[in-house]
């Protein structure tokens, strides 16, 4: 059995969760989900990122101390994924006990190995993104390429890590593993960045005091970033539990935005080099998800909340729209129409009308009972198919064709009772191997969109009256699940109500 570990960034505690966070996280449970379905062992990792100047700030404006700010805000982001359905395995909080030995037992590693020394630094400093930036890199009036808010000069005392050290390990690095860094695209950006030049960077912070001790100079706490990108190697036991470490690591699935792509693609693998540790084995970067040509944030009021949606679109509605809709990679502009388009299109015509005309067959014309399908249906080579198809789209982090792939299963389908009509035939053999056939897609599609419809493929899989005859949608796993053939027959089929509902845009 193959391990499948995967992450989301950890988000920082002082936003609000939105559907920018929300689609890596959903991405990446929809990937946690279908390999659980391919039979992979999963641990699927996401959470919050809880020190820094910005929280430490956010925290003494709010009249709270960072933790007490942070037990807040921290919840929010659960409650989100709780609300979208998310089946992560652990969430960590950078303020955890079992983070702070981690980070400083890889950081001492590091440190050990002759990689961090003492220095002064002085630079640009943007505190919405936690980092220096050169004169080169800011816009006019330093304000900071991202945000569009003015820097501020910092001048403190801190160690540093050795970065320019490894501009060349990095660089083979890359050669020798070229599946690392997807798309190739952000592969090609992530060795632009260390062939321009890597300079030594400031690690620790003396000037505040939220943050994990510098285990040999505990008048410092690490700078956030090196302290944050180290709770991946934390949640599977790194600094605890050397054996579980060695079990996950370093085959580790990093999903993010392309805003984070040289933290992770040039300085965590650094810094695991440093600590003797091996860099991480995959890296997926998408695009950013824009609100009127814009991204979105908290200074731009223009931010979009999973709880707006969910309401209107129900989870099954909001998941399937950024998975199908959004490309995992390009930048991809969200869009209320086009989100009500899909739903209506492919889940309140195409499957939910797939769903009803057979339930209403089978409960007028066969007496509420499902026939078996037919081994020599036309329908079965098309299954066939589209089951290779949707596992080679998950294989290259592409939801949005592996659901394309399972969605033309389902038009065929519906195609194929248009022209055979078995609303209009007598029951009999006939009627048993169309509507057998339909039952039999509609069992494989519950199986195939179940990583992204988390509860409507429950449900098929009810009404179809699988979940009595043979067990669990949850204990299916392919390739065997999606065989043709696996609708035993004979069962009770549950006619129900509309599964999707259509909607009207009622938003501009
Ligand atoms: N705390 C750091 C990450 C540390 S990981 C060791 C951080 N946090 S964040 O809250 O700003 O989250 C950034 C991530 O959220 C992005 O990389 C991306 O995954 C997701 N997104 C935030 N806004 C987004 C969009 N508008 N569009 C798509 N993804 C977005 O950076």
Request: proline share 6%; charged share 20%; net charge negative.
């Amino acid at each position: 059995m193959a391990r499948f570990y995967i992450t989301t960034p950890i988000y920082y505690v002082n936003d609000v969760p939105h559907i920018g966070h929300a689609y890596t996280t959903i991405t990446a449970d929809a990937l946690a989900r279908w390999h659980r379905l391919i039979g992979d062992e999963v641990f699927f990792l996401t959470g919050t990122d809880e020190h820094g100047l910005k929280v430490q700030r956010a925290a003494e404006a709010a009249g709270l101390t960072p933790l007490e700010h942070a037990d807040l805000t921290s919840a929010r982001f659960r409650e989100a994924w709780r609300l979208l359905d998310i089946s992560n395995d652990d969430f960590i909080r950078t303020t955890e006990e079992r983070h702070t030995t981690s980070v400083q037992a890889l950081m001492q590693a590091a440190y050990d190995n002759g990689w961090i020394e003492k220095g002064a630094y002085e630079g640009w400093y943007c505190v919405s993104c936690e980092a220096y930036y050169g004169e080169g890199d800011l816009l006019d009036d330093h304000r900071c390429p991202i945000h569009k808010r003015p820097v501020e000069w910092f001048k403190e005392d801190n160690y540093f890590f050795k970065l320019s050290a490894f501009e060349q390990p990095l660089l083979e690095w890359f050669e020798s593993h070229p599946g690392m860094i997807h798309p190739t695209s952000r592969r090609n950006e992530a060795i632009g960045l260390v062939r321009q030049g890597l300079e030594d960077i400031s690690i620790s912070r003396s000037s505040i005091t939220w943050g994990v001790p510098v285990p040999w100079d505990p008048k410092h706490v690490f700078y956030v970033w090196y302290d944050a990108l180290i709770n991946y190697a934390t949640a599977v036991g790194y600094g605890s539990d050397r054996d579980r470490f060695d079990a996950w690591w370093p085959v580790v699935h990093h999903m993010m935005g392309k805003d984070i792509l040289r933290f992770h693609a040039v300085y965590w693998p650094a810094l695991l080099m440093a600590a003797g540790e091996t860099p991480p084995a995959h890296e997926y970067i998408h695009g950013f998800l824009l609100v009127a040509g814009e991204k979105m944030s908290k200074t731009a009021f223009n931010q979009i909340a999973p709880k707006d949606l969910v309401p209107e679109f129900g989870v099954d509605g909001y998941r399937y729209h950024f998975l199908r809709d959004q490309p995992f990679g390009p930048d991809g502009e969200f869009s209320y129409e086009g989100m009500v388009a899909r739903y209506n299109a492919d889940l309140a015509n195409n499957l939910g009308n797939l769903l009803s005309r057979v339930a209403t067959v089978v409960a007028k014309q066969c007496h509420g009972v499902g026939p078996a399908p037919s081994p020599a249906s036309k329908l079965a080579a098309i299954a066939e198919a589209v089951v290779a198809d949707a596992t080679a789209a998950w294989a290259r982090v592409a939801p949005n064709e592996a659901l394309e792939a399972t969605w033309r299963l389902v038009r065929e389908t519906n195609a194929a009772l248009e022209a055979a009509q078995p609303w209009k035939m007598e029951p009999g053999p006939a009627l048993d191997a169309v509507m057998g056939d339909a039952l039999e897609v509609l069992r494989i599609v519950a199986v195939l969109s179940s990583p992204a419809l988390t509860r409507a493929s429950e449900e098929i899989w009810r009404r179809i009256g699988m979940a009595e005859s043979v067990g669990p949608l949850d204990a299916q796993r392919l390739p065997d699940a999606a065989v043709w053939g696996g609708y035993p027959g004979a069962v009770r089929v549950d006619k129900g109500e509309a599964l999707f509902p259509r909607l009207k845009a009622s938003r501009a």
